[in-house]
């Protein structure tokens, strides 16, 4: 039964969606952590990030030998002056992780990021120099 489950991909846990579209709608975290249980192949909510965290609070919770997923609600101000808003979705996959591990997050990636509605910016990244401050808001300008 296992081997179905990690071939056809992985549960998403209710709380999921619920803390994203808390983050989304009423913006009560900066960010998420998920990680996928690998005993019942299911995405659960690891850390929620507080309002007033910043994106090197997410970043220093990646442990650097695991996968992980990740939502970022990132403000920034665009080359007009703007003040905008994106929610960045990471795929976090450090070379040092395990490869059985490395697929199981990258088979399931795309059936995850689908059942978080509103995600407008995607980044996958292996190194943390992949995921700079700069980088991420790069993207989200362009």
């Known amino acids: 039964m296992e081997q179905a489950n990690a071939s056809s991909g992985i549960a998403v846990g209710d709380e999921c969606k619920m803390k994203f579209l808390e983050l989304k ?3 009560n975290y900066r960010f998420i952590v998920f990680k996928i249980e690998e005993t019942s192949y299911q995405v659960v909510v690891e850390k929620l990030g507080q309002p007033n965290e910043k994106y090197d609070d997410l970043v220093a919770c990646l442990p650097p030998n695991e996968c992980r997923y990740a939502v970022f ?3 920034f101000t665009t080359n007009e002056n703007c003040q905008k808003s994106k929610i960045v979705f990471i795929a976090w996959a450090p070379d040092s992780s395990r490869i059985r591990s490395k697929m199981v997050y990258a088979s399931s990636k795309d059936r995850f990021r689908k059942e978080l509605d509103g995600v407008q910016v995607e980044l996958q990244a292996t190194d ?3 995921m700079s ?3 991420v808001k ?3 300008i362009s």
């Open 25 to 27: 709608a009423k913006r």
């Open 73 to 75: 609600d990132l403000d």
């Open 128 to 130: 943390l120099s992949e």
């Open 133 to 135: 401050y700069d980088i």
């Open 138 to 140: 790069e993207r989200a």
